[in-house]
């Protein structure tokens, strides 16, 4: 048995069995990363000593369902006495002195940390080419990106580098990277999961969520990191279900929704023959198709790249020179700050906030930013109004599979849209999940994206999984 092969549940399964013990599980885990890690670059910061460790002292009898499992954790995700850099030179030497709610949670649960996944500098890009210390590699072709922001995270569990990860995703960022490496990623309803010791990106937006090698351990470690947090007022303070609960329930009646806006001109036609194909497996499994329309999907990006930036130009004024990270000095107060952002933030980060300054200055202000949270309650008023005909919604994750690195970092817009089926689930707050659906001719995987209503992660996952278990997408593994 391949041990960095296992999920959560097997891993979990076996371990209780006593047929491994977690210091083998993670000794295999840190093997795997040695072998790999070189070449694929998913790391930012690797914990191996502390991770042994405390694996070597993990017991096999365990109540907790990550007990001695070795997971990886986005580096936009504050672990005290871990360096946690957003993947950006401003905190390259930044070393949180508190834990995160989610992985406060975790810890709880006696994981093992294996270390921080690289990421798009500050959560910000779709394809983690804006690395301020490495661009990660798609494991499937590793000419390719691995998507972003969370591509760190998705690479590593492609790669059998971790058992899963956690990703943050504010317009696709854990979906998309799962779609381009193969692999499960669920961005939960927005206030389903504390964001304190995140950082922050864009507030209204931003959400936690798992990357997973199959929809089971999705299940498990949402049920771990949901619930009200009183750190974080943007936390929902609802009953947290046993999401693992409809894992293998019948979807037979259930009516998934098909909006024509995400079948588009342009599209690639191997990821639409692929989705449509899921499409009639879901049927074949007693779901029944709706054909319905989200008429204001073809905003969304426009408005997502107003609302998202304006969120990111507040949010990054902090990052100053003065209370912590890099600091550059100057002749003055404003040229220290001046010197600090100038050679702490990247292009993207820079050219995001300059957009969101603007579009938030004194006379472009209902012009743009109050235009665009105009447009998200259309988009939001969309969601519900399907919502009353169908249980989910199903789509493409991403109209294109990985592209080359290099291919459409000189082109924003281009790389903006490759965003454009999942930034509609943000502004809407709604959950949804990316899951195997197919490979295109040149072995890359495609993702189909399923979406649910507020707080009904739990439709999501029982159609995810009993799609899963109809099909092998899931069993396959890149040749590394």
């Not at 491994?20 to 930012?44: H, M, N, Q, W, Y």
Request: with cysteine.
């Amino acid at each position: 048995m391949e041990l960095f092969r296992l999920g959560i549940a097997e891993a979990r399964a076996a371990i209780d069995k006593g047929e491994i013990k977690p210091l083998d599980l993670t000794a295999a885990v840190f093997e795997r990363i040695e072998a790999l890690d070189g070449r694929i670059c998913s790391f930012v910061t690797l914990d191996k000593e502390k991770a042994l460790l405390q694996a070597g002292e993990t017991g096999i009898n365990s109540t907790h369902a990550l007990s001695g499992i070795p997971l990886a954790v986005k580096d936009n995700i504050c672990t005290e006495g871990v360096r946690t850099t957003c993947s950006s030179k401003i905190l390259k030497n930044f070393i949180p002195p508190y834990e995160s709610t989610v992985t406060q949670k975790l810890r709880d649960q006696n994981y093992v940390l294996i270390g921080k996944t690289n990421l798009d500098e500050f959560a910000m890009g779709s394809s983690t080419e804006n690395s301020a210390f490495a661009h990660t590699k798609n494991p499937w072709d590793i000419t390719r990106v691995p998507g972003g922001s969370s591509g760190g995270s998705a690479a590593a569990v492609a790669a059998d580098m971790c058992m899963a990860a956690l990703g943050s995703d504010t317009g696709g960022s854990i979906r998309q990277p799962a779609s381009f490496c193969g692999v499960v990623g669920l961005k939960p309803t927005y206030g389903r999961v504390s964001r304190y010791g995140l950082v922050a990106f864009a507030s209204s937006l931003d959400q936690i969520g798992p990357i997973t090698k199959n929809v089971k351990d999705a299940a498990i470690l949402l049920n771990i990191i949901s619930g009200h947090d009183l750190c974080d007022s943007t936390s929902a303070n609802i009953a947290v279900p046993d999401f693992t609960s409809v894992i293998g329930k019948d979807i037979k009646g259930a009516k998934i929704g098909v909006p024509k806006e995400y079948f588009m001109e342009g599209m690639d036609r191997e990821v639409e023959e692929a989705v449509k194909q899921a499409i009639k497996k879901l049927e074949s499994l007693g779901a029944i198709p709706v054909p319905i329309s989200l008429p204001h999907t073809e905003y969304a990006v426009a408005a997502y790249y107003i609302l998202a930036t304006s969120e990111a130009s507040s949010n990054l004024a902090r990052y100053d020179g003065v209370k912590y990270g890099l600091r550059v000095e100057g002749r003055d107060l404003l040229d220290m700050y001046m010197n600090t952002r100038e050679a702490g933030f990247g292009a993207e980060v820079k050219r995001r906030i300059i957009l969101g300054t603007y579009a938030l200055s004194s006379g472009y202000y209902d012009a743009y930013y109050k235009k665009a949270q105009q447009v998200r309650t259309l988009i939001k008023r969309d969601f519900e109004k399907a919502f009353e005909q169908v249980d989910a919604i199903v789509t493409p994750t991403a109209p294109n599979p990985a592209f080359k690195i290099g291919e459409k970092v000189d082109d924003p817009l281009q790389m903006y849209l490759a965003d454009i089926f999942t930034i509609s689930v943000n502004l809407a707050g709604v959950p949804g999940i990316s899951v195997p659906c197919g490979f295109t001719s040149e072995n890359l995987p495609v993702g189909l994206q399923i979406i649910g209503k507020h707080f009904d992660e739990e439709a999501v996952l029982k159609i995810a999984y009993a799609y899963e278990q109809a099909t092998d997408w899931h069993k396959r593994r890149p040749e590394l």
